[in-house]
């Protein structure tokens, strides 16, 4: 099977898909893997790297997305570039398909079997693949790192001849994988931190790092099947508004990373609650992707509002590329491995499979996801 990885074209996004260690797992499998010239260069993958780990070079991007059957990236194809897969091709990438229904449909037109990696279910023997895991991790790390640098003050406790430090008080605003990681990071810096979850069944977690987990009654909550939240009432969301904001006038540094899957993300902080603030404090929003946390704030782009920051630079885990690619490659590859079929040394594609069954999107001209073609109001 030919597999071709393109260099990434969408903006600002310096993550790549494929390691040249994942060359090596994917030549183990005995495909044939071709990689655009210079896929790695910007976190300093050599070309030759990719060529000592058994890849191709490729000089002629679109010639190759014309001749592959498994293309492997990090984004979305840009639109223009659907026309340029051939009719069966496999495309595994995140997405965004919630958001993107003119691409799906054009895929599907295609003929194209599109996989969508953010929506791989949450089961056990998927967890290796989980790309939404490996790269909310990063984005809770990098948070806290932005915020450490973004505040004029440190941190940690500190008693001094000069006199004695109080920690800096963090508060979290969810508690999935981002925000666990950014309680761990803070924590490990030596801030004092509480947070906040719509799911009541993550205090133990907060806990279990020496957090202190707030409750709000916002009345009945809870989660999905598959552990996400579920969206709040507007009612409830301006309650929590309410019962948080002196959580949020207290603290030094506040991390958003309150999602709800397949949706916008839910405004959890006003103009107001930030005005509340003390001059100097840092709010750093991580949901900017989906529609932003934080009223105010603007994508890629640091705010100050009445002395308060407010960071919102989307896409965190391309800040920290090389880790997120390590991580990405390894999803990638423990996906494919998993679905390779060792006789024909192709994809195997069993849509009969409870992973494929939720996260191929479009195979055989239409769409075929029952979750995308709900959200797109298709009967
Ligand atoms: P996510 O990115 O969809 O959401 C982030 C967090 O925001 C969630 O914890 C959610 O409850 C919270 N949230 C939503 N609305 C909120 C609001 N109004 N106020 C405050 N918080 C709000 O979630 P995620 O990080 O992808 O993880 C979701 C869950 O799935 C987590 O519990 C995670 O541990 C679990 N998980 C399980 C597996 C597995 O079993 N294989 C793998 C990964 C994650």
Redesign the pocket.
Known sequence: MRIFVPKEVYPGEARVAISPGGVSKLIKLRAEVEVEKGIGAGINWTDEDYETAGARLSTDRTQSLKEAELILRVRKPPIEEAGDLRAAAIHVSLLDPFNDEKLVRRLAERQVTAISMEMIP???V??PM?V??SQ?NLVGYEAVILAAAGINRILPMMTTAAGTIKPLRMFV????????QAIATGRRLGAWVEA????P??ED?VKSLGAKFVKLDLGETG?TA????K??TPE??QK?RELMAEHVALADIVIT?????GRK??V?ITSEMVRRMRPGSVVVDTAMETGG?VEGGIRDQEVNLNGVKIIGFSNLAGRVAGHASEMYSNNLCAFVQFFWNKETKTFGLDLNHEILKSCVVTHGGQIVNETIKKAYGAT
């Open positions: 949450r089961v056990t998927s967890q989980d939404l895991s909310a605003i969810g508690v999935g994988v981002a925000g666990l906040f979850d719509t799911r069944v993550v977690q989660e598959g552990g996400y939240a969206p709040l409830q969301l929590q990373a309150a999602q709800v899957f993300a839910p959890i946390n």
